[in-house]
């Protein structure tokens, strides 16, 4: 039995995060990255049923944004070097089956979390968002960074556990059951249906 409190659809926002072509290319493909979609999918359609908010967030760079990374940045610099993810990009575009619709958020971020180089915290407060469900990959990078982000900024987080993917399994279990229980309730897609709904 789940002892996450029930969910107010109109303070909670789902984050579909990096559920582009490019980045799901890590996800093993087939029956894997099919039922991971088809898990968001359901997840955004009953937040959007219930009268929540849909906040997706993509990571893609213009010229600009990768001369600024430094070469010391351990993750980003190498993509900055080559040239990759910019943000015209189809393989940076949201996945089609979960488009965006409008009076949805969308932003563009430059580095592994959520808040840190995007108004999202903005755009979330000034609709009165003080609940987030995380969805998105992977675990151990955009899942991870904002969660943590998040917790500081005081929202009370539910983590889809069905609906992240990472591909280090070891850093995915790892993160779900020792980690991200002291900041967020990790919940799956079911879960998440039944808090929606529940009175």
Request: one cysteine or more; a negative charge.
């Amino acid at each position: 039995m789940n002892t996450a409190p029930v969910l107010d659809p109109t303070h909670t926002a789902l984050l579909v995060m990096d559920c582009q072509p490019a980045i799901l290319a890590f996800v093993p493909a087939g029956e894997d990255r099919n039922a991971l979609l088809g898990r968001v999918e359901g997840a955004i359609a009953d937040v959007r049923a219930n009268g929540g908010t849909i906040a997706y967030v993509r990571v893609g760079f213009t010229d600009a944004d990768w001369n600024a990374i430094p070469a010391s940045n351990k993750s980003f610099a190498p993509l900055a070097q080559h040239r990759v993810m910019h943000h015209e990009d189809p393989a940076t575009a949201i996945h089609e089956r979960l488009a965006p619709q409008d009076g949805d958020i969308v932003v563009r971020k430059i580095r592994y979390g959520g808040m840190s180089t995007t108004d999202l915290d903005q755009q979330l407060r000034e609709r009165g968002i003080t609940t987030l469900v995380v969805s998105g990959v992977s675990t151990s990078g955009a899942v991870l960074s904002t969660v943590i982000d998040a917790a500081d900024r005081d929202y009370q987080l539910y983590v889809l556990s069905d609906g992240v993917a990472d591909p280090d399994t070891e850093a995915h279990n790892v993160l779900l059951h020792r980690v991200f229980p002291s900041r967020a309730h990790i919940i799956d897609t079911t879960e998440l249906q039944a808090l929606l709904r529940a009175d």
